[in-house]
T-cell receptor, first 114, second 113 residues
Framework: SQTIHQWPATLVQPVGSPLSLECTVE??????LYWYRQAAGRGLQLLFY??????ISSEVPQNLSASRPQDRQFILSSKKLLLSDSGFYLC?????????????FGSGTQLSVL | RKEVEQDPGPFNVPEGATVAFNCTYS??????FFWYRQDCRKEPKLLMS???SGNEDGRFTAQLNRASQYISLLIRDSKLSDSATYLC??????????????FGKGTTLSVSS
């Protein structure tokens, strides 16, 4: 069966510090991978998605970047965190690019930038 | 108009009640629809897909009205464990770059004994 792992679960970082969140998927090949952010009281916002190694699409301009160095690994990074980067970050995967494909989420990382 | 809109609630109902949530979407080209459930500080989990003809899964019934661009979720015989936030999700892209699902902000349900 397929599983998705995301870590760490919680993170407290000072403003201006770097960030690296990692996500890995097991039990499937060539998944579509996604990073979402959920700010307090707001809906999930799609940040990045990837259909293959080295292929990254960004949905919103921001202080963050994403990379996919391996087929089942997706990394969210920042060189200098801002207060506004605080939120609940969720990695997700889907099997194909079909329009009715379901998303499966990792357990999330609660990031607090102070 | 926002892409996906939901009444945030909260809906406070007693056990055994029937409760309905509605969701509207703005993109008439949307092709797929889902309801996800999210517990506090947890990841969203797929509750059910929504099909044009309507579909039922136990106590849950989902319906789609394409003409009016709204989706509904009906929960019968509410349980305490149904307390959560219910997210309406709509697909607004269908291209080689992958499925891009747009999430509503969610409707919060609280079931009390």
């Amino acid at each position: 069966s397929q599983t998705i792992h995301q870590w760490p679960a919680t993170l407290v970082q000072p403003v201006g510090s770097p960030l690296s969140l990692e996500c890995t998927v097991e039990g499937t090949s060539n998944p579509n991978l996604y990073w979402y952010r959920q700010a307090a009281g707001r809906g999930l916002q799609l940040l990045f998605y990837s259909v293959g190694i080295g292929q990254i699409s960004s949905e919103v301009p921001q202080n963050l970047s994403a990379s996919r160095p391996q087929d089942r690994q997706f990394i969210l990074s920042s060189k200098k965190l801002l207060l506004s980067d605080s939120g609940f970050y969720l990695c997700a995967w889907s099997a194909t690019a079909a329009t009715n494909e379901k998303l499966f989420f990792g357990s999330g990382t609660q990031l607090s930038v102070l | 108009r926002k892409e996906v809109e939901q009444d945030p609630g909260p809906f406070n109902v007693p056990e055994g009640a029937t409760v309905a949530f509605n969701c509207t979407y703005s993109n008439s080209a949307s092709q797929s629809f889902f309801w996800y459930r999210q517990d506090c500080r947890k990841e969203p989990k797929l509750l059910m897909s929504v099909y044009s003809s309507g579909n039922e899964d136990g106590r849950f019934t989902a319906q789609l009205n394409r003409a009016s661009q709204y989706i509904s979720l009906l929960i019968r015989d509410s349980k305490l464990s149904d307390s959560a936030t219910y997210l309406c999700v709509v697909n607004i892209k269908a291209n080689q770059a992958g499925t891009a699902l747009i999430f509503g902000k969610g409707t919060t349900l609280s079931v009390s004994s």
